[in-house]
């Protein structure tokens, strides 16, 4: 977001275009934006991600978000103008300040939001736009925002989404300047301006492309995951949290033929049963359809060149493994799945350990 926000990149038709539909208003430029809140139990956060007509976006509609502003903060300079800000001479980062309900939304909920429209690792900017006023911060308010931004990064960098660690600074809030009038939700008064220039920003692509499908990194806590390494053997612990493969033909139930029911290793979730069990010839526990469909979630996975879906335990967020679609009747499909990541339950255990009403699954 350059200061004049030139849209270089694109095509001189669309700058036409988009001149032609902009038309700032000259008056009111001043003047700054109120929130006239009426809600008892409300919160707010402050983040930066650079061009704060983006961020601002991605927040508004949210449940549990009651207002978003953009603005600046973080610098020295009392009450700066956007030609100030941008500049570089503030200190200010451009900034959005969001007023939510905790009951609702949580600021945990609203960090992963947050990283998941820039670039974490950028110090130096965000995307086409670049100087200290573009770089990502979180502004905290007390020790408990600090401690959640401090657990999100750690979460980030252990995943090792990105090759170098996040960048994002996590500073002490100060006092927040909104942005004038013409900068509060940009992305509706100039629609196809905004379009423009988010698509030529490379913010679009990049979130595509690193943070696809990714969400779920947030979810592993990190004692929990220390936790996890006392408790589960190696393979269970790789295959469970690091999204790994046991080989084939050598793990516990491939060729196992007992009835029973199989469950997440971590959270004992019920997850697939014998009934529907199949001998697939691939080495590994092969099955038509879980036990219940809520009890797993699909996502897309373009590791190793190529393109798969992944299966994952929903409490636990377990790595499972793959499901294709080259299984018999009548689902036509062959969850593959990793013996590491299940415990297996006999039938006559089912009603001991407190599965008895799984028990019809085999009449």
């Known amino acids: 977001m350059k200061k004049t926000k030139t849209i270089y990149w694109i095509p001189a038709l669309l700058i036409i275009a988009g001149i032609l539909i902009q038309i700032i208003p000259a008056s009111g430029l001043d003047q700054r934006r109120t929130i006239g809140m009426d809600t008892k139990n409300s919160e707010t956060a402050v983040f930066a991600g650079g061009c704060f007509w983006c961020v601002e976006s991605a927040f508004e509609g949210i449940d549990g978000v009651l207002d978003v502003i953009s603005g600046y903060t973080g610098g020295h300079a009392d009450n700066p103008t956007y030609e100030q800000v941008t500049s570089g001479t503030t200190g200010?980062?451009?900034?959005?300040?969001?007023?939510?309900?905790?009951?609702?939304?949580?600021?945990?909920?609203?960090?992963?939001?947050?990283?998941?429209?820039?670039?974490?690792?950028?110090?130096?900017?965000?995307?086409?736009?670049?100087?200290?006023?573009?770089?990502?911060?979180?502004?905290?308010?007390?020790?408990?925002q600090k401690k959640e931004a401090l657990k999100t990064i750690e979460k980030?960098?252990?995943?090792?989404?990105?090759?170098?660690?996040v960048a994002t600074q996590v500073l002490k809030f100060k006092t927040f300047y909104d942005a004038e009038v013409y900068h509060q939700d940009y992305h509706k008064k100039n629609p196809i301006r905004y379009k423009f220039y988010r698509a030529g920003s490379g913010r679009d692509r990049f979130i595509e492309k690193k943070w696809k499908d990714k969400g779920h990194i947030f979810d592993t806590d990190m004692t929990h995951e220390v936790s996890l390494k006392e408790r589960l053997t190696f393979i269970q612990y790789q295959v469970t949290q690091k999204n790994g493969t046991e080989p084939p033909f050598n793990n516990e139930y491939w060729d196992n033929k007992e009835q029973g029911i199989y469950v997440d290793i971590i959270s004992n979730e019920p997850l697939f049963s014998s009934q529907d069990k199949f001998v697939s010839g691939t080495g590994w526990p092969s099955f038509t359809k879980p036990v219940n469909m809520q009890s797993i979630k699909e996502i897309e996975d373009k590791s190793l060149f190529m393109k798969r879906v992944e299966v994952r335990s929903k409490k636990a967020n377990s790595h499972l493994g793959?499901?294709?679609?080259?299984?018999?009747?009548?689902?036509?499909?062959?969850?593959?799945?990793?013996?590491?990541?299940?415990?297996?339950?006999?039938?006559?255990?089912?009603?001991?350990e407190g599965f008895k009403d799984l028990l019809p699954l085999f009449d």
């Open 92 to 144: 200010h980062y451009e900034t959005i300040k969001i007023t939510f309900d905790p009951d609702i939304i949580t600021y945990q909920e609203l960090l992963k939001i947050f990283f998941q429209q820039i670039d974490p690792t950028d110090p130096d900017g965000s995307f086409v736009d670049r100087g200290s006023q573009y770089s990502s911060a979180i502004l905290y308010q007390n020790d408990t």
């Open 156 to 165: 980030i960098n252990r995943s090792k989404l990105f090759d170098t660690p």
């Open 322 to 352: 793959h499901v294709f679609d080259d299984g018999p009747k009548p689902t036509g499909l062959r969850y593959c799945i990793n013996s590491a990541s299940l415990r297996f339950i006999p039938k006559e255990n089912l009603e001991k």
